[in-house]
């Protein structure tokens, strides 16, 4: 079952990539002159992706308004379509400020889910227009029929995008498993022997055992973080040092500080993995993780 499933959502990808490719350029092209709305839609204050939370609302009140057609009071569902609705709304908004960001198969994907969530929304849309114009809201067989099928829709939808967060990993931490670590590892950098001949301002691509690195140095300061970024997996050692002493990830712009790697602008909603540097023993330089 799960295979076929994949499959007949797969199949969809020859009409939703260039619809998604096509719908991406109008909505990062709203979304960028508005920056701190959208680092607000993404969950940049929350620390966590707002739109996954915000799913919840809608598709639990029309599970509720469809049992309430079924075995509730005549017109006892009105409120709970209504209230979904609304919440429909705000998801759809949050989701966009995501989708705005979101690159690869993840965008391809996302646009499935999307268009489902839109076409089932219209169907439950259309359900309580019926409700609004009948006597005390009393819904018909049409009615109740609409509000069956959009919801229906609606949690295919949100499987779709379920896959797009567990399964291609859009909006989740790319550090979710480094815990913050106790022991010195030697720090691997090439041919610079001494960190404080490096360019000012200027990222530089090291490793630490198995993890690559970035570290940029502000006057005697020596700063490092990890070289991924926990957003989508930019290349930090790619990025620009801003003026507010960030490191700006050259992918989609989000800033961590370089001090202790403090998310400072999204459409990341993690802080970056920062490393302490030291001198070791005999020469060279060590690092450590940073305890968040």
Same mark, same amino acid.
């Given at each position: 079952?799960?295979?076929?499933?994949?499959?007949?959502?797969? =199949?969809?990808?020859?009409? =939703?990539?260039?619809?998604?490719?096509?719908?991406?350029?109008?909505?990062?092209?709203?979304?960028?002159?508005?920056?701190?709305?959208?680092?607000?839609?993404?969950?940049?204050?929350?620390?966590?992706?707002?739109?996954?939370?915000?799913?919840?609302?809608?598709?639990?009140?029309?599970?509720?308004?469809?049992?309430?057609?079924?075995?509730?009071?005549?017109?006892?569902?009105?409120?709970?379509?209504?209230? !979904?609705?609304?919440?429909?709304?705000?998801?759809?908004?949050?989701?966009?400020?995501?989708?705005?960001?979101?690159?690869?198969?993840?965008?391809?994907?996302? &646009?499935?889910?999307? &268009?489902?969530?839109?076409? %089932?929304?219209?169907?439950?849309?259309?359900?309580?227009?019926?409700?609004?114009?009948?006597?005390?809201?009393?819904?018909?067989?049409? =009615?109740?029929?609409?509000?069956?099928? !959009?919801?229906?829709? +609606?949690?295919?939808?949100?499987?779709?995008? !379920?896959?797009?967060?567990?399964? +291609?990993?859009?909006?989740?931490?790319?550090?979710?498993?480094?815990?913050?670590?106790?022991?010195?590892?030697?720090?691997?950098?090439?041919?610079?022997?001494?960190?404080?001949?490096?360019?000012?301002?200027?990222?530089?691509?090291?490793?630490?055992?198995?993890?690559?690195?970035?570290?940029?140095?502000?006057?005697?300061?020596?700063?490092?973080?990890?070289?991924?970024?926990?957003?989508?997996?930019?290349?930090?050692?790619?990025?620009?040092?801003?003026?507010? !002493?960030?490191?700006?990830?050259?992918?989609? %712009?989000?800033?961590?500080?370089?001090?202790?790697?403090?998310?400072?602008?999204?459409?990341?909603?993690?802080?970056?993995?920062?490393?302490?540097?030291?001198?070791?023993?005999?020469?060279?330089?060590?690092?450590?993780?940073?305890?968040?």
């Amino acid at each position: 079952m799960a295979r076929f499933l994949a499959r007949l959502v797969a =199949a969809n990808d020859r009409w =939703a990539k260039p619809f998604g490719d096509f719908n991406h350029r109008w909505v990062a092209a709203l979304f960028r002159p508005i920056r701190p709305i959208k680092d607000f839609l993404n969950g940049t204050w929350l620390g966590h992706p707002v739109h996954p939370a915000a799913t919840d609302i809608p598709i639990g009140a029309f599970v509720v308004a469809v049992v309430l057609d079924l075995i509730g009071p005549p017109g006892s569902a009105f409120w709970p379509v209504v209230v !979904g609705l609304l919440a429909a709304l705000a998801s759809a908004v949050t989701g966009l400020a995501d989708y705005s960001d979101t690159d690869g198969v993840a965008r391809t994907r996302a &646009t499935t889910h999307a &268009t489902i969530m839109v076409v %089932g929304s219209t169907l439950i849309l259309i359900s309580l227009v019926s409700r609004i114009v009948a006597v005390d809201h009393v819904a018909d067989g049409l =009615a109740v029929a609409l509000l069956l099928a !959009g919801t229906i829709m +609606l949690t295919a939808g949100a499987s779709i995008g !379920g896959d797009v967060v567990f399964v +291609l990993g859009n909006m989740v931490s790319r550090h979710a498993f480094r815990g913050a670590g106790t022991k010195w590892i030697k720090l691997d950098t090439g041919d610079v022997a001494d960190l404080a001949t490096l360019p000012e301002a200027t990222p530089t691509k090291v490793r630490a055992g198995i993890n690559d690195l970035v570290i940029v140095r502000i006057g005697d300061a020596i700063h490092a973080m990890h070289a991924v970024c926990a957003h989508a997996g930019g290349p930090m050692a790619e990025g620009t040092v801003t003026p507010d !002493g960030c490191l700006e990830c050259p992918w989609h %712009g989000s800033r961590f500080r370089l001090s202790d790697g403090a998310l400072r602008r999204g459409p990341a909603v993690y802080d970056q993995p920062a490393y302490e540097v030291r001198p070791a023993d005999g020469g060279g330089y060590e690092v450590r993780r940073a305890a968040p």
